[in-house]
Structure formats: structure tokens, C-alpha cells
């Protein structure tokens, strides 16, 4: 069993960065496919981003392609999710998860395929 815990979130304005940080403890994450995900007020839960446990191959949504980057330090067991030039419409809860097939080769986009999620970390961006 992994546990996973969020970090980072916080409120800034319009323009501004945050590193989001997921730490896992119980078992090594090294193996396993990482992504981040959130959910705006009244919303479903989206994806944002994914990083294969094989070779680190990344994917973003479009909707924060070229602001967003996820990353992944094997030595700290920990996935994060820097997050550059942020906007109003970022505002959500950011959830890790992990999904525990082993040495993925494809960065996973559905949230189903996800095995362990942590509990969240708000992120608000006000204009």
C-alpha cells in the first residue's frame, strides 16, 4: 500500500508559479505511473498531467501545455508539477495519483487507471 500526500498549494495571483509536490511513503513509487489531476467547484475531476514509470515520457493537457510540467525524482519518491503563468480557470483541487502496474511505458490520461490518489491540494488563482 502507498500513501500519497500533496503539498504546495496555496493562493496567488494571475501570472505567478507554484510547484506542486507529491510525496509517497509505504513503498517506493518508482515503478509506478504518476499524473496529476484536479477538480474545479462543480466540476469533474480533469486531467492535467502524467509521467510513465518507464523513461519518465511525459503528457500535459492542452489546457496547460507549455505552462505546466510534471517531473519526478526517483532518490525522493516524489512527483511534482510545476506550474508557470498561472490563470484564473487553474483555480481547483490538484490530486495525485498512482497507478501501480508496474514500469509503465505510456503516461495514463483516464483517472481510472489510477490504483492510489492523496487528498488534495487547493490551488486559487485570483485576476
Known amino acids: 500500500q502507498v500513501q500519497l500526500e500533496e503539498s504546495g498549494g496555496g493562493l496567488v495571483q494571475a501570472g505567478e508559479s507554484l510547484r506542486l509536490s507529491c510525496a509517497a511513503s509505504?513503498?517506493?513509487?518508482?515503478?509506478?505511473?504518476m499524473g496529476w489531476f484536479r477538480q474545479a467547484p462543480g466540476k469533474e475531476r480533469e486531467f492535467v498531467a502524467a509521467?510513465?514509470?518507464?523513461?519518465?515520457?511525459?503528457a500535459v493537457a492542452n489546457s496547460v501545455q507549455g505552462r505546466f510540467t510534471i517531473s519526478r525524482d526517483y532518490a525522493k519518491n516524489t512527483v511534482y508539477l510545476q506550474m508557470n503563468s498561472l490563470k484564473p480557470e487553474d483555480t481547483a483541487v490538484y490530486y495525485c495519483?498512482?497507478?501501480?502496474?508496474?514500469?509503465?511505458?505510456?503516461?495514463?490520461?483516464?483517472?481510472?487507471?489510477?490504483?492510489?490518489w492523496g487528498q488534495g491540494t487547493q490551488v486559487t488563482v485570483s485576476s
Open positions: 495519483g498512482a497507478d501501480r502496474a508496474a514500469w509503465g511505458t505510456k503516461p495514463l490520461k483516464d483517472e481510472y487507471e489510477y490504483d492510489y
Open positions: 509505504g513503498r517506493t513509487i518508482n515503478t509506478y505511473n
Open positions: 509521467i510513465s514509470a518507464s523513461r519518465g515520457i511525459t
